[in-house]
């Protein structure tokens, strides 16, 4: 059974249409749920935020019930108010499918219709919401939703359904843009994996690390972390050799570690965050009374997210720092005696985690205000992070792609791994042309041959 059940369903609904979530008997059970609200709220002098009050800091005020509809698409156009950049369609459909998971979760007060329709319009190929990226602190995230939740409303043939106030609510209200957009990204965290552990195991092998430096022993107790480790060093000597391997090739068992352990804890974070009510307020039927919560902040996720963060930017130091020592054992013109162009790589590696360096320097929770004429607030910067830990993703991307690519380059006579993908990078031609083709045609030939790895999702 996969570690992540919820995310690893959803992306596939994602990639292929399948229902796999049962919209059909969501939107039942959401209708019978919706209509308990109804009642619920009828009580005399009762107040529900967001359903017939107003809300942020004028929630102590009426919605007048006869204005009920007109308020609903007022509100959701009162926070259609960002601009590009937007999110792409699949980030937009991940987001669409992850709202789909927060109410099956329960506790969302979602009619059957509204339900429906907001489904068959995040199951629909063509649909392409323009969300905002950075139009969020993430407190709700109530800019971006409401861009997605008009359109979802507006797709399709037949004439919207009506709007209760508290749907609209319902609708803008939660962590679903942020857990969303989380696992969109997490198949590029897959990817990365197996090019990192490639590059980890080919490079402890021409720096001369032995098997025992990816001793288990070595690391708590972890029975898949001690399968990888195991798997990387297959192809190590037993022997030490007389001079230690620099220390970048020497701790990789550590960064791998460290990456596994921060990869594998914000993948949780968003399987878990899948199966939770996530809405204020909420209303348990079961329990007869609605719920004035803070369910709607996502503080674990940018937590994990800005620990990934941390560990790819130590992943990427020693990735630069492996672009040098790269050609340490090269034969002749293929090291250190080489021809400008090759050393060109190594500073390119650098500049590249210079630049990352400076993007992601900055931390979540760091800084923090409050806005709704100071009414009490509190955000946790979780689309921020997002994007910055997509940045930290793709450089580092780029910077494992280099140091391979000096990897195969100085070990091209080499054989096991690196020889037969050496062989497989020149037989194409891969060393013509655009560097940046080059490393990409790299990228490919990684992705056919290397391992899945435990991220694969």
């Known amino acids: 059974m996969s570690p992540t059940p919820r995310l690893s369903a959803l992306l596939a609904m994602a990639r292929d249409g399948e229902d796999r979530l049962g919209v059909a008997a969501l939107a039942a059970r959401q209708e019978a749920a919706f209509r308990a609200f109804d009642a619920y709220l009828a009580a005399p002098g009762r107040r529900v935020y967001g359903a017939n009050t107003l809300p942020g800091h004028r929630d102590g005020e009426p919605i007048a019930p006869e204005a009920a509809d007109a308020y609903a698409q007022a509100f959701l156009a009162a926070h259609a108010i960002g601009g590009p950049p937007w999110f792409d369609a699949p980030t937009a459909r991940a987001i669409g499918l992850a709202k789909l998971w927060s109410l099956d979760a329960g506790g969302a007060p979602l009619s059957g219709a509204v339900t429906r329709r907001v489904a068959e319009a995040t199951l629909d190929p063509a649909f392409n919401p323009l969300a905002p990226r950075r139009a969020s602190y993430s407190s709700g995230d109530v800019i971006p939703a409401a861009h997605w939740a008009r359109a979802a409303l507006a797709h399709g043939r037949a004439p919207a359904p009506a709007l209760a106030p508290v749907e609209a609510m319902t609708l803008v209200n939660g962590t679903f843009v942020a857990v969303g957009a989380a696992a969109a990204l997490a198949p590029a965290l897959g990817a990365f994996w197996r090019l990192f552990a490639l590059l980890a195991a080919e490079t402890a092998l021409a720096s001369g690390v032995s098997r025992g430096a990816f001793s288990a022993r070595l690391f708590p107790p972890d029975p898949a972390l001690a399968a990888l480790l195991d798997a990387m060093a297959r192809d190590l000597p037993e022997a030490e050799r007389?001079?230690?391997?620099?220390?970048?090739?020497?701790?990789?068992?550590?960064?791998?570690?460290?990456?596994?352990?921060?990869?594998?804890?914000?993948?949780?974070?968003?399987?878990?965050?899948?199966?939770?009510?996530?809405?204020?307020?909420?209303?348990?039927?079961?329990?007869?009374?609605?719920?004035?919560?803070?369910?709607?902040?996502a503080p674990g996720l940018t937590v994990r997210s800005g620990a990934l963060i941390e560990a790819l930017l130590m992943v990427a130091?020693?990735?630069?720092?492996?672009?040098?020592?790269?050609?340490?054992?090269?034969?002749?013109?293929?090291?250190?005696?080489?021809?400008?162009?090759?050393?060109?790589?190594?500073?390119?590696?650098?500049?590249?985690?210079?630049?990352?360096?400076?993007?992601?320097?900055?931390?979540?929770?760091?800084?923090?205000?409050?806005?709704?004429?100071?009414?009490?607030?509190?955000?946790?910067?979780?689309?921020?992070?997002?994007?910055?830990?997509?940045?930290?993703?793709?450089?580092?991307r780029a910077i494992a792609l280099i140091a391979l690519h000096q990897l195969v380059w100085a070990r091209r006579e080499a054989g096991g791994r690196i020889g037969a993908l050496a062989g497989a990078f020149f037989g194409a031609a891969g060393a013509q042309g655009d560097a940046a083709e080059a490393l990409e045609r790299l990228a490919r030939l990684v992705e056919a041959r290397a391992d899945p790895g435990p991220f694969a999702i």
Do not use: Y
Not at 247 to 254: C, E, I, K, M
């Open 317 to 396: 130091w020693g990735a630069a720092q492996a672009a040098q020592h790269a050609g340490g054992d090269a034969p002749p013109g293929h090291g250190p005696d080489a021809g400008p162009g090759l050393i060109q790589w190594p500073k390119h590696a650098q500049a590249r985690l210079e630049r990352l360096r400076h993007r992601a320097g900055m931390r979540a929770f760091a800084s923090g205000a409050s806005t709704s004429h100071g009414v009490e607030d509190l955000w946790c910067h979780a689309l921020t992070t997002l994007e910055t830990l997509e940045e930290a993703l793709s450089e580092t």
């Open 242 to 297: 007389a001079r230690q391997a620099p220390v970048s090739a020497r701790t990789l068992p550590q960064q791998t570690a460290c990456l596994f352990a921060a990869a594998r804890d914000w993948l949780a974070e968003i399987d878990g965050a899948l199966g939770q009510p996530a809405c204020n307020p909420l209303f348990f039927a079961d329990e007869g009374r609605h719920v004035a919560n803070g369910g709607f902040l």
